[in-house]
């Protein structure tokens, strides 16, 4: 940890040291505080959002900025993604086809949507079209990393000087937003149509964390060190595949080409084919719960601490403006096209709170959300297939076409 030129630089081992503080910190907040646990807030949220505040009021009273190394929430990403395609099963993956389809679809139609949302709020700002763009896919359903790869082409083509500015701020309020929206939109659903999940899933393993019955039995550390022997093949499998891939001229994070890898390695390896552990693969046991859990907490805790509030504070106005009118176009979506669409059932509610969070924050949101409803009503395997496939794969090239659409038609 140094201090140069007023900002206060944290390395990695610290910056994980304070993410689980963050972690604990929305655990015992969540306790406390009765509507944060009612409404299903994520507790890295509750503890991320607290912790950026805090340090938001730190640069405000001393002009000293925190900024933290953020390697290994990258690979927390990837670990978590990887146990997402390690506990697909081919069952699931040919259940959720129609409902992929249809998830894929409205999304899609969702991200016209938005452009044309953002498009016009910046229009009542006098403000130029790519500035709603920005507003729109750019950073909201394409989060932080499409903002940044897409910023030098609007400030060089477009002329918005401070592009990388607003999409960055348009990306940290959305993922805010994102983070609170999901929980309290499944639960609407659930009490509405008194929904619930399948009988046998307050004992079967879920995607992420435990069940009451599972936190009794407990693991041993060969049960995780098997997991983690199974993600980490899978992971050397996806980093071979995103090479391959890259070759062929097309770019895809390592954590999508991980998730596939996952997939493809479960589905294919015969299950009952011990491993050199003299176990079987490691799909959807406690261990792999275990680290899914701990992987995407200390993910979203590690990337709401880092947020640099006091950078949204001159383009309060109109970013409110658009973000107010994409939230109200993302709500009503999530209730009124998907929740029925889907079949008004409870994975159509578990989805309706994941596409809360993709719809304005980014996939680590969306599965947060779904997590958070799921510890609570009982598992969704669908869900935590489907979510995925679409907001960390296909979203990814929809935008990559929709983006220079929207620029060239306005």
Known sequence: MDLQDG????????????GIIVLFVGKR?????????????PEPVTGGLLFSVLFSLLYAASGIAVQFELQARDVLLVYFFTTIGINASTRDLLAGGRPLLILLSITITFMFAQNLTGIGVASLFNLPASVGILGGSVSLIGGHGTTIAWAPYFIENQGIANAQEIGIACATLGLILASLMGGPIAKLLINRYQLASSPEAAVEVRD?????????????????????LAIHICIIVGYLLNGIIEDLGLRLPLFVTCLFSGILITNLVPKQLPTITGTHWPSRTPAMALIADIALGSFLAMSLMSMQLWTLIDLAGPILAILTAQFALAVFVALFVLFPLLGKNYDAAVVAAGFGGVSLGSTPTAMANMAAVTQRFGA????????????AFFIDLANAILIPLFLRSF
């Open 208 to 228: 992420i964390g435990f069940t009451e019955a599972q936190k009794k039995a407990g693991i041993d550390h060969l049960d995780f060190l098997d997991a983690v």
């Open 380 to 391: 969704s395997h669908r869900a935590f297939i489907i979510v995925p496939l679409v907001s």
């Open 7 to 18: 900002i206060l630089h944290i390395q990695s081992f610290l910056a994980v040291t304070i």
């Open 29 to 41: 907040l969540n306790e406390q505080i009765g509507f944060l646990r009612e409404f299903s807030i």
